[in-house]
């Protein structure tokens, strides 16, 4: 099954709202969590990451809520722009050793309106 | 800065053919990895490798061969190719396993006929 889930495949915003991108994995053990943004015909990059000790971490207009109980996690992106108009990747991965392998969610498309 | 490149950017095959796709990273990362990207799957691993001459299975490995004959190149090797493996593959690279930032090639779109 899928061990990573985005449950909602696309995101409307109007532009100076608030984005909320959310992700849902099944492994309590995982103990990374992260978002990536991939424009269309482009590479997927990073643009944030947690670990586990920690709930909430922010980075600008970026905000990363970490809810380990409910075996979830959020991007919040304030003050949205239409350049934030792109696809978000949430990942996960456990530690295990010299192994670690990082899992994704299906994305989802944010459209920032104008 | 990282530096990771794919070819070929677009390959067309026939089903049942051989097909190679090569990465090639110049950022001194010990991991890499395969993955597939298809609408509504987001990216699936396929294989991936932590040191040279090895490889492990990733999520998707079925249909799928890696070889890593040095640590700057990671090849995905399709010997029988079939219409389900028409996609868009990216390799990555990183230093520090899942938990460390990924660097990614530029995607391999690959169509199979």
């Known amino acids: 099954g899928q061990q990573v889930k985005q449950s909602s495949p696309s995101l409307t915003v109007q532009e100076g709202g608030i984005s909320i991108l959310n992700c849902d994995y099944e492994?309590?053990?995982?103990?990374?969590f992260a978002w990536y943004k991939k424009y269309p015909d482009n590479s997927p990059t990073l643009l944030i990451s947690?670990?586990?000790?920690?709930d909430k971490r922010e980075d600008g207009r970026l905000t990363v809520f970490l809810n380990k109980s409910g075996k979830h996690f959020s991007l919040h992106i304030t003050a949205s722009q239409p350049e934030d108009t792109a696809v978000y990747l949430c990942?996960?991965?456990?530690?295990?050793?010299?192994?670690?392998?990082?899992?994704f969610g299906e994305g989802t498309k944010l459209t920032v309106s104008s | 800065e990282a530096a990771v490149t794919q070819s070929p950017r677009s390959k067309v095959a026939v089903t049942g053919g051989k097909v190679t796709l090569s990465c090639h990273q110049t950022?001194?990362?010990?991991?890499m990895y395969w993955y597939r990207q298809d609408t509504g799957h987001g990216l699936r691993l396929i294989h991936y490798?932590?040191?040279?001459?090895?490889?492990e299975k990733g999520d998707i490995p079925d249909g799928y061969k890696a070889s890593r004959p040095s640590q700057e190149n990671f090849s995905l090797i399709l010997e029988l190719a079939s219409l389900s493996q028409t996609a868009v593959y990216f390799c990555?690279?990183?230093?520090?396993?899942?938990?460390?930032?990924?660097?990614f090639g530029e995607g391999s779109k690959l169509t199979v006929l």
């Open positions: 490798s932590y040191v040279a001459d090895s490889t």
């Open positions: 492994n309590d053990m995982f103990d990374y």
């Open positions: 990942a996960a991965a456990l530690n295990q050793g010299g192994s670690a392998k990082l899992i």
């Open positions: 990555a690279s990183s230093e520090a396993g899942g938990t460390g930032q990924l660097y």
């Open positions: 947690v670990r586990s000790n920690v």
């Open positions: 950022n001194n990362h010990d991991y």
